[in-house]
């Protein structure tokens, strides 16, 4: 476990909860990917919080955590967090054009994608109906209705959500979302991997099963049983 500080707690325009995180460098996580963060004073949370990079602080050494944030976390605790885990996103710094699909009800865990697509030149648009955070004027906000747009248009099409949002998708949509597309799921992650309890099982085709915590939180669009 790595000491981290706490160091500001704020709602971004989204009215979700962050927290920005002082740490090493290895203890950042990349996109996609998670830390486990105990917060040692705080004995009324039995569990490890789970935390998702929702943008990177360079001034203060750290990274910007994604909601939810514990709201009994404030400015100056500190953290124990834990080394990276699960599978994140492939890099999107070679993409030309980068969609953005959020289907829940924020759409922080995307944003680095963004961040690093924009810095390589490539054009980046967020589909979603949640509230927006505070975004770079280069990035188009679309709403969920102009998502069969981005199939012809994108070379890359990252999503963040449940597996029940996915479905909740017409037919039509959910067959036109190119295989290869990446899914961030929300998931419970209790255990991180060590107990294979099961709860964050995810169905894939063939009669397969993976757990989110270890062989994801990311998936390949084409390998999910969304049946």
């Known amino acids: 476990m790595t000491n981290a500080r706490i160091v500001e707690v704020f709602h971004d325009t989204d009215g979700f909860l962050r927290a920005a995180i002082q740490c090493p460098p290895e203890s950042v996580p990349s996109p996609g990917a998670y830390v486990m963060a ?18 990177y602080a360079q001034s203060l050494k750290g990274f910007v955590a994604a909601p939810p944030i514990p709201e009994s976390w404030q400015p100056g605790d500190w953290l124990s967090l834990g080394s990276t885990l699960g599978r994140g996103f492939l890099s999107s710094q070679s993409v030309s054009r980068l969609a953005l699909v959020s289907l829940g009800s924020h759409c922080a865990r995307l944003l680095p994608l963004a961040a ?48 029940g949002e996915l479905q909740s998708l017409n037919i039509e ?51 999910l049983n969304l049946l």
């Open 173 to 223: 949509t959910r067959e036109s979302i190119p295989a290869h597309s990446e899914v961030l799921l929300h998931s419970p992650l209790p255990c991180a991997g060590l107990a294979d309890c099961g709860i964050c099982a995810v169905p894939l085709k063939l009669n397969k099963w993976a757990y989110a915590c270890t062989d994801g939180p990311v998936f390949s669009y084409g390998e």
């Open 116 to 163: 690093d697509a924009l810095a390589s030149g490539g054009a980046v648009s967020i589909f979603t109906d949640a509230p927006l955070p505070r975004l770079s004027p280069s990035i188009e906000a679309r709403p969920i209705i102009d998502l069969p747009e981005a199939f012809a248009w994108a070379d890359h099409i990252v999503l963040d959500s449940s597996l």
């Open 38 to 55: 105990v917060h040692p004073q705080i004995t009324r949370e039995p569990l490890a919080t789970p935390l998702f990079l929702s943008g």
